[in-house]
């Protein structure tokens, strides 16, 4: 290979679009954004700019109004900018009309966690996962994905071939999808088999909103070493651990992290891999207490949770990184009313304790603050499992 070549790649530079509308105040949207951000450097690319419009309803051409769009264009071309990246998923129309008016790549939602979800993928079925959603994605868009292939070749012999090749490749598509959906039928009866050859141990799945710690606690509970970092989506595999409290032994899995407007087609391929939390007797519903949403997050958790059919499975929330909350404390003389922000620990503490009775508990799983409680939580409620379904089995008591 020739000398002084930088073979370092340059990070993409990523702008981010959102709109305000009825769904989705300016706050909402801030916040999102946010999170669009952290996907966007999870995925490799740098976010360097936000733009937000406030619309009733999007623009049926080009999401944003044209106004909004020839400002994002001037920013895209004075500033070299690689990719729009825009919060909510774009039609076909919507993603052919973009990339015209502004020259560069135009991703949506769902196309960006796909990506980090193609990027993530390690075993041969979240691959296979992946790669099913990914087609999925692709089939209603080929039209554009053809016309953009039209502008760089010119367009003059390329329409009616081009409709032809688009044709062909649906045909090719569809069997494509037709093949994942067989080799996924396959690799999820292995994994049932697998489950049934487990016994009937008790089963306590970790699910959770993305990175908020379930990893961590798997390997604190399990003494395992799961990859953990901070990143959207560390885990896409459902990793299981035979995990003994005292005496009494159990399966522990960790499940891939939900996210806000997860993509129905990335949902649908992976409820195999979810079978582990349908078919878990506790669910420990890991929380972030020291984002600022938390309880968005928990909503999200739950509406997914009621999705795959787990919403009637006995859940217990662990409010995880007290360590890292923070809160601003009202003066005295301040009369005006309390917000989320101004409660201290302990205040949500009592509320969210008598809201659930024992159904939750405030941990650190870094600092190993409140484990010993947390262990013994655990231990109870399988114990109780344990004894309704082994009567007999007194070893325990």
Known sequence: MPKNINT????EKA???????????????????????????????????????????????????EGKLEEVEYYVKDNDIDMVVFDDDLSPTQLRNIEKALKCKIIDRTNLILD???????????KTQVELAQYEYLLPRLTGLWTHLERQRGGIGMRGPGETEIET????????????KEQL???????????????????????????????????????????????????LDTTVRKVVIENLPFLLSDTVGFIRK????????????LDEV????????????????????????QETLKEIGSAETESYIVFNKIDAYTFDKKDDDDLTPKTKENYS?????????????????????????????????IYDKVKEIHAIRYPYNDFLY
């Open 8 to 11: 370092d790649i340059e990070p």
């Open 15 to 65: 702008v981010l679009v959102g709109v305000i509308n009825q769904e989705q105040n300016s706050e909402q949207v801030q916040e999102y954004l946010e999170e669009l951000a952290f996907l966007i450097e999870t995925a490799g690319a740098i976010p360097v700019k936000q733009f937000t419009q406030k619309v009733r309803i999007p623009n049926a051409r080009t999401f944003i109004g």
């Open 169 to 180: 490749d649906r045909r090719i598509i569809r069997d494509k999808i037709s093949l994942l």
């Open 262 to 273: 997860l993509p129905h087609n990335l949902v649908e391929s992976f409820k195999s891999t």
């Open 278 to 301: 349908r078919e878990s007797d506790i669910l420990l519903h890991v929380v972030d207490i020291s984002h600022p949403n938390f309880e968005d997050q928990i909503q999200v958790v």
């Open 345 to 377: 620990l302990n205040e949500l503490k009592k509320t969210w304790m008598a809201k659930n009775h024992d159904h939750c508990i405030f941990i650190s799983a870094k600092h190993k603050e409140n484990v010993v409680q947390f262990k013994q939580m």
């Open 185 to 235: 039928k396959k690799i999820d009866k292995q994994m049932a088999t697998q489950r049934k050859n487990r016994g009937k141990m008790i089963r306590v799945a970790l699910v959770g909103y993305t990175n908020v710690g379930k990893s961590t606690i798997m390997n604190m509970l399990s003494k395992s070493a799961i990859f953990a970092e901070n990143k959207l989506f560390a885990t």
């Open 116 to 126: 980090i979800f193609a990027k993530r993928a390690q075993t041969a079925h979240a």
